[in-house]
């Protein structure tokens, strides 16, 4: 099963996305509200409301798959590729840092930032990790129940401010960063193993299998869940494989006009434009 936040003229909706249509689940403004009902698996497949021809559906009209989760947290050095390619040892554990809702846009919305952060912008692909039912100090055999499914995120990062202090934070949480979705794919749906991808302005960047991850889904939600409590909604971006800008020699980035698309094969791909303000 899919499942998006469709924005209409005067708020958004949840819809579970079928073949050819987006159907609306009555009562539910978006994807968060509908996973903080227990019985969201059976509101969402039984759902028969209102019905939108997927081909009549503009792209700005996906919104963030969650627009609002009450967490976001991101794992750093989570790919075996991109561990090597920075020139670090295999973490003992995750490598945790957070970023706000303010950050996210819809899959094809246009990254829209200021000139002073497009200095050193770099992409960074992530399978993105939805919980469906509250995350409390779970082992790792209990935590893949927690997963309400997957997405595609790009943690788009401001390189110049992630390393203008041993903290990370600054350079990750831009407003209006980071696109997201375009919808959640259930894990009866989505196994790791399918190529997750970054294309810039038609090159492909990063190339790497899901399933190279150092922590896996499971992993995440246990560790993470010892430390805080992870509601229905919240989201795990769960690290990205080599091929980023900051450790190409020479180092390449983002910049005004540039093109990134995002793609997991399996979960869906998202597609945005950078935008410098004035």
């Not at 559906?57 to 969650?66: C, F, G, L």
Request: aromatic content about 8%; proline content about 8%; charged content about 20%.
């Amino acid at each position: 099963m899919r499942l998006a936040t469709l924005r209409t003229p005067d708020s958004t909706v949840a819809v579970r996305v079928d073949d050819t249509t987006a159907v609306e689940i009555g009562g539910f403004a978006d994807v968060g509200s509908l996973l903080a009902d227990p019985a969201w698996k059976n509101i969402s497949a039984r759902a028969a409301g209102a019905e939108h021809p997927l081909a009549d559906i503009d792209d700005d009209q996906w919104a963030p798959v969650v627009p609002w989760p009450s967490k976001i947290i991101c794992v750093g050095l989570n790919y075996k590729n991109h561990i090597l390619e920075m020139g670090r040892e295999l973490p003992e554990f995750p490598t945790l840092f957070a970023k706000y809702p303010e950050a996210l846009i819809g899959p094809f919305d246009p990254i829209v930032l200021p000139a002073y952060a497009v200095e050193a912008l770099d992409w960074e692909a992530e399978l993105a990790i939805i919980i469906g039912s509250p995350a409390r100090r779970l082992e790792e055999s209990e935590a893949a129940a927690a997963i309400a499914g997957y997405s595609v995120i790009n943690d788009v990062t401001m390189r110049d401010y992630q390393y203008r202090t041993p903290e990370w934070f600054q350079g990750k949480t831009f407003e209006n960063s980071s696109p997201f979705g375009p919808w959640l794919v259930t894990p009866d749906e989505y196994m790791l193993g399918t190529e997750l991808s970054t294309v810039v302005d038609g090159e492909k960047m990063q190339s790497t299998t899901t399933d190279d991850l150092v922590f896996g889904p499971a992993a995440l939600v246990s560790y993470i869940s010892k430390i805080v409590t992870l509601n229905p909604g919240d989201v795990i971006a769960s690290g990205t494989p080599g091929g980023v800008g900051h450790a190409r020699k020479p180092p390449r980035y983002l910049s005004d006009g540039s093109t990134l698309t995002t793609a997991i094969e399996g979960i869906g791909t998202i597609t945005s434009r950078i935008v410098v303000e004035g």
